[in-house]
């Protein structure tokens, strides 16, 4: 990376290539490439970026990334400003739109929306967000928070706390909705942790992250935000939920209940699926298609906040030769609850039966959940799964293993009674599970 | 379950639909159903059979599972022998043929393959595997050996040691192809093991499995194994495989690269997916269509075999809280290496990284796959991923956890010197991973 602040963030042969061209950061420039013609401010580029694309931020808001070719004309049409922190306007609030909160924890939709910087994890301000995306000043008036500047990984479930109960507050004080910028990485994590500790909720709560920084040819940073929006000012469901892009292409966004969706990919932008049910919705420009049944909002619906979360709680993956002792580290820190994660309908080696049976005369509370992901786990049909089941552990029918460690974790909080635990982690919360399985061949 | 040896396993409705029309177990019966007629021996059922099937054996050696219904016609036509442990006819070897041995280690495909016994977990003896699928004695001259009775959440890597050099010993004996019958639990961490196990191989090595008992309607056994063996006698491609049902529908199976696959449907016929790469082939009937860059069948070259493992090797999977203190306890058990399964591109929170450190510098193997499933780490990216290097985390590219785990508990076998095992976790041995993602939106 280059060091010359004219330029910064470029380097090899796009700085050779800008230099050349006698530009700098906050000039306005015309780019030819066979019949196409770009033209707008040239951003800077940071951390890690290739060495062979110009960020240009277009007339409308979105920033493009266009790869330098030896045939590409550039040309000098302006000397911009350079880029400020200063809103280009100040969007009055209109009485007839709806009001939504975006709440920032992090992640790269929040910390890589802000290209001018050259920081690595700046935090989304109000500004930014609608110097970014212009358009959500015409979905929603925006209010905004910066609760964490967060990569997703290090969200722990005292954050979930303080999130949720930020999201009450706002709630509370009668916004139409409200959207989160999360990282991905544990998105899913988060969702179902606000699904548990905000029940009966009278507005959407959507989250919402990027999969590519806004600085990248292919970012879905800017979609995501305003289909996020539109959802938080416009759905009908008044629930958890991710919003996401649909496929690979830059054209829908579906909306994922908050306990079944997990990141399935480690980078593609449709890495977040609904497992074992369709997602709830999906946005296509203007439309919003309702697909799956859901909470109904009612802003006459009474929040019901139950935000703590207990942190002894652990989720174990089953493999082949699994050291059964490992359950012994459990039990002596003092844990409540164990998510297993076995293999198929919810299996795990019979070597492990004699610790899962002292975990359970110790009080531990043990459900099953299976590591194929899709699907659900059926105790009754191998002497393995019975077996377990006499043993007393709890079978979880088609709950996501992340899903239920998190439940877990809620219920623990509010309980250490087992029965009393049992019960809850049985009961159908927030759509965390369905009593039959709908498609199976 | 019915007591009752005439009708050994039917219980219910079914059973008393049957002991109305006055039928026991051997009966060849007709069942006029609509327009449909089905004609066949009546076969026991057991275990946790559901009780609205009948299931009858067809003049063409399969099961079919027929729901009763109070429309349906049945009518007994004949006093069928009971059904016996004998061959109906011993096939003589044919010269023209390949010979591919059949090994037997136990779960659904070889347990529930035995209709007769009414036992629950029989083996699968080379008598009931002609008797069951008479094709096969088409195909190939088929040899059998029974290694195990296992459910495969019970195979450990000492089954994973005998397995491998049993298969050595019958490719050393000349045979075209190898299969193996393997409960689907655990089948891939298997097929992962005898991948590394069994290098430079001469002849197909397939793994096949079961989703559904063949005393089930929908059993996809018959067809999983015939096109097994077409695949270990015909392919030109000679690798460890998992042969399955693409789709749920039962026309085709593809077969999977034994490092690349994974059960991703707890019960669904096409649960098996290969991850990051396409499957190798697919056999539609007689038709063998390859796919993918593969290694070639060649009886000149020299089977190389290192079938042990290591246990002490372990798989973490990190999820948000996850108590770091954990990673103390492989320490203290003298393991010598541990796969995270982080998330994203290979994250896992910075609570954990003074305990990663200590691992380190323990002398502890740290590699980094993803809980995505989908995708490749890659840990240039963000600060996280970069401070997992600095401390001396690598990451594993797109390998499955699974496949690392494995992987390296069989590196642990041959070298307890860490930079040698490190060299060995990069070397693709078995096409465990790719150097490029080929397709990434």
């Given amino acids: 990376m280059n060091m010359c602040a004219e330029l910064s963030g470029y380097k090899g042969n796009v700085l050779k290539f800008l230099m050349k061209a006698d530009l700098q950061i906050g000039d306005i420039i015309r780019i030819t490439r066979n019949e196409e013609v770009f033209e707008g401010t040239l951003m800077p580029r940071y951390e890690l970026a290739d060495d062979n694309h110009i960020v240009l931020k277009l007339k409308n808001g979105y920033n493009i990334g266009i790869k330098i070719h030896h045939e590409m004309v550039v040309m000098k049409v302006g000397t911009g400003a350079k880029p400020t922190y200063k809103l280009p306007y100040q969007p009055k609030e209109k009485r007839e739109l709806p ?20 920081a690595v994890h700046p935090a989304l301000t109000s500004d930014d967000i609608l110097t970014v995306v212009p358009e959500l000043s015409k979905i929603a008036n925006i209010k905004t928070k910066i609760l964490f500047s967060l990569l997703s990984e290090n969200v722990h479930s005292s954050h979930w706390t303080k999130l949720a109960q930020t999201v009450a507050q706002h709630i509370l004080m009668g916004v139409n909705g409200v959207v989160i910028c999360h990282g991905t990485d544990t998105m899913a994590y988060t969702s179902a942790a606000l699904s548990f500790a905000l029940q009966n909720l009278p507005v959407p709560v959507i989250f919402v992250g990027s999969q590519r920084s806004s600085d990248r040819p292919s970012s879905d940073a800017a979609l995501n935000l305003i289909n996020a929006v539109k959802a938080a000012a416009r759905t009908p469901i008044a629930e958890v939920m991710v919003g996401m892009h649909e496929t690979s292409s830059d054209t829908t966004t579906v909306l994922h209940r908050g306990t079944r969706v997990r990141k399935c990919h480690t980078s593609r932008r449709d890495a977040f699926k609904s497992i074992n049910i369709g997602p709830l919705a999906r946005i296509k420009g203007e439309e919003i298609t309702l697909l799956e049944d859901y909470s109904r909002r009612d802003p006459n619906k009474q929040l019901i906040i139950n935000s703590n979360f207990e942190r002894k709680v652990g989720l174990l993956k089953f493999y082949p030769g699994l050291n059964p002792n490992i359950i012994d580290w459990y039990m002596d820190h003092g844990y409540f609850g164990l998510v297993l994660e076995g293999t198929g309908l919810g299996h795990v080696g019979d070597h492990l039966f004699p610790q899962i049976r002292k975990a359970v005369e110790q009080g531990l509370l043990l459900g099953m959940t299976s590591q194929c992901v899709w699907g ?7 002497d393995t799964g019975i077996d377990l089941q006499r043993i007393g552990v709890i079978p979880l029918k088609d709950m996501l293993p992340e899903t239920a460690l998190v439940k877990m974790m809620w219920i623990f909080s509010q309980t250490t009674d087992i029965e009393e635990a049992k019960k809850l982690l049985m009961l159908n919360i927030a759509g965390e599970f369905s009593e039959r399985t709908l498609y199976e061949k």
Same sequence: chains 1, 2.
């Fill in 376 to 382: 659900r786990v059926n105790m009754n049909v191998y």
């Fill in 99 to 118: 009001t939504v909160t975006i709440i920032s924890t992090g992640g790269t939709i929040a910390s890589r929306v802000d290209y001018r910087t050259g």
